[in-house]
Nanobody, 125 residues
Framework: VQLQASGGGLVQAGDSLRLSCATS????????MGWFRQAAGEEREFVVG????????YYGDPAKGRFTISKDNAKNTVYLQMNSLQPEDTAVYYC???????????????????WGQGTLVTVSS
């Protein structure tokens, strides 16, 4: 299983970015995909997740009202659209996946057993 996150970069406060996570080596329709982020000196936190089959979405506090997750089943890829970025959104963003995650545990990073390498998002004020 491989996850390739991309799309990070340096932006100004108020800008938008779209991150991508391309997957391979898994049955895309059977997994839950999650985005997490980790700021310097902080723990990795849940941002948003999606159950590929059915499309149920789960939002963490960082994402509410500003971030949106989507997927392209044909490309085995998920996206994280981030709007109105703020300096506190600066972090390395990781995509992750696992089979068999139930809704009550989708925010638990310990439930994910495959991780991408991360992509750095830096938001300047």
């Amino acid at each position: 299983v491989q996850l390739q996150a991309s799309g990070g970069g340096l932006v100004q406060a108020g800008d938008s970015l779209r991150l991508s996570c391309a997957t391979s080596g898994l049955t895309f329709m059977h997994v839950t995909m999650g985005w997490f982020r980790q700021a310097a000196g902080e723990e990795r936190e849940f941002v948003v997740g999606i159950r590929v089959s059915g499309g149920s979405k789960y939002y963490g506090d960082p994402a509410k009202g500003r971030f949106t997750i989507s997927k392209d089943n044909a490309k085995n890829t998920v996206y994280l659209q981030m709007n109105s970025l703020q300096p506190e959104d600066t972090a390395v963003y990781y995509c992750a996946t696992a089979y068999g995650i139930i809704a009550s545990t989708v925010r638990d990073r310990g439930r994910y057993n495959y991780w991408g390498q991360g992509t750095l998002v830096t938001v300047s004020s």
